[in-house]
């Protein structure tokens, strides 16, 4: 029996001290395609005065009925910290309105000002196209398969970010 040991050894150090391969690399890919969409989304969005951090609370508020601060955040997927600061600037801003909760006076509820549902309304055809475009130039079945792909990706912690 022939011993494969001695050329998977030489493949694995070839692998090491090649070059780096930029376009070869998928962190480069998935970063030109997250860049691409992101820009595409934000200039829209800044039309409304919105940020992908603002839209996205906006979308847990608005379309999954989440109420709590802390909610949001895990929902979202930013820590606390950056969550207070968009409920604080969006409050601001006439989108959404909190409230300290009633039975415990401590929480804080967050609602959807007329202003805030109207932001969903409007920036929502928005959201819709930029995935429309991407989308495009998918098969049938790859934007499931990429999404899938991309969720394994994901720290298993469900580590949060500062922003989006």
């Not at 609370?57 to 909610?71: K, M």
């Not at 609602?111 to 098969?139: Q, S």
Request: charged content about 25%.
């Amino acid at each position: 029996m022939l011993d494969f040991l001695p050329l998977i050894l030489w493949l694995d150090d070839m692998e090491k001290t090649a070059p780096y391969r930029l376009h070869a690399s998928l962190g480069y890919h998935l970063s030109i395609a997250a860049r691409l969409q992101e820009r595409r989304l934000d200039e829209q969005l800044k039309t409304l005065g919105l940020t992908r951090t603002t839209w996205c609370v906006l979308l847990a508020v608005g379309n999954e009925n989440l109420s709590q601060p802390s909610e949001i955040a895990e929902f979202v997927g930013i820590d606390r910290t950056a969550t207070s600061r968009a409920l604080r600037q969006m409050e601001a801003d006439g989108l959404l309105a909190r409230s300290s909760g009633t039975e415990d006076r401590r929480t804080r509820r967050v609602e959807l000002t007329p202003k805030g549902c109207e932001a969903i309304v409007t920036a929502t055809p928005f959201a819709r196209d930029n995935a429309a475009i991407m989308a495009e130039n998918l098969e049938p079945g790859e934007q499931a398969e990429l999404i899938r792909l991309l969720a394994k990706l994901r720290p298993a912690d469900g580590a949060l970010l500062n922003t989006l």
